[in-house]
Nanobody
Framework: QVQLVESGGGLVQAGGSLRLSCAAS????????IAWFRQAPGKEREFVAA???????YYAVPVTGRFTVSRNVAKNNLYLQMNALKPEDSGVYYC??????????????????WGQGTQVTVSS
């Protein structure tokens, strides 16, 4: 079992920055993959970024070069530094954990544990 709690969302102007945090509890953090997904109104939830059990980072194409995902193993936390934000980055951001190493890390079906989400709104 893994419990996930996100924080750090808010309202920011286009071009600004936000840092999201995800506090994980339960299992040891290196036992699972951990990722950020987001969901805009009327759209499907989509992959944003992830960290593998070995510490490798993965990014969706739209955020590559602007977002940075990092993991603090000692604190069991995951972070998402978001720079150069665009209105299309708006949505609810979710932290998710996966013990499934067979599926691709970007595959939402691999994730069985989810936080409650934090709202990010980027104004133009």
């Amino acid at each position: 079992q893994v419990q996930l709690v996100e924080s750090g969302g808010g309202l920011v102007q286009a071009g600004g920055s936000l840092r999201l945090s995800c506090a994980a509890s339960g299992r040891t953090s290196t036992d699972y993959r951990i990722a950020w997904f987001r969901q805009a109104p009327g759209k499907e939830r989509e992959f944003v970024a992830a960290v593998s059990r070995s510490g490798n980072s993965y990014y969706a194409v739209p955020v590559t070069g602007r977002f940075t995902v990092s993991r603090n193993v000692a604190k069991n936390n995951l972070y998402l530094q978001m720079n150069a934000l665009k209105p299309e980055d708006s949505g609810v951001y979710y932290c998710a954990a996966s013990f499934d190493i067979a599926m691709q890390i970007q595959n939402i079906m691999a994730y069985g544990y989810w936080g409650q989400g934090t709202q990010v709104t980027v104004s133009s």
